[in-house]
Nanobody
Framework: QVQLSESGGGSVQAGGSLRLSCTAS????????MGWFRQVPGKEREGVAG??????TTYADSVKGRFTISLDGAKTTRLHMSALQIDDTAMYCC?????????????????????WGQGTQVTVSS
């Protein structure tokens, strides 16, 4: 059973930076693509960024140029967030899927990521 554990959320002023981390455990041989989603109460969940095991990345237009997703080995992904805006305030969740049968992180939709972490809150204030 693959499990995801996030860390790194918190509060920051607008214009500041934060780094989120997510580590997968409970698997041996499968390659995973990983991604970050965010959700605000009352709004739809938004796919923010995704990365394949080969390093291919995908970003939502709302974060391009400000957020960077990276891999640290096969089991950890990090999301570097800079120039944070108040609208970036949300619960950020790490998600993953097995890199098989043509599945890729470029499909930043929730159904394409069947494995989810608990989430970490990011709050941006003025």
């Amino acid at each position: 059973q693959v499990q995801l554990s996030e860390s790194g959320g918190g509060s920051v002023q607008a214009g500041g930076s934060l780094r989120l981390s997510c580590t997968a455990s409970g698997f041996s041989f499968a390659k995973l693509y990983m991604g970050w989603f965010r959700q605000v109460p009352g709004k739809e969940r938004e796919g923010v960024a995704g990365i394949d095991p080969d390093g291919t990345t995908t970003y939502a237009d709302s974060v391009k140029g400000r957020f960077t997703i990276s891999l640290d080995g096969a089991k950890t992904t990090r999301l570097h967030m800079s120039a944070l805006q108040i609208d970036d305030t949300a619960m950020y969740c790490c998600a993953a899927g097995r890199w098989v049968l043509g599945r890729r992180a470029s499909d930043l939709s929730s159904p394409n990521f069947p494995i989810w972490g608990q989430g970490t809150q990011v709050t941006v204030s003025s």
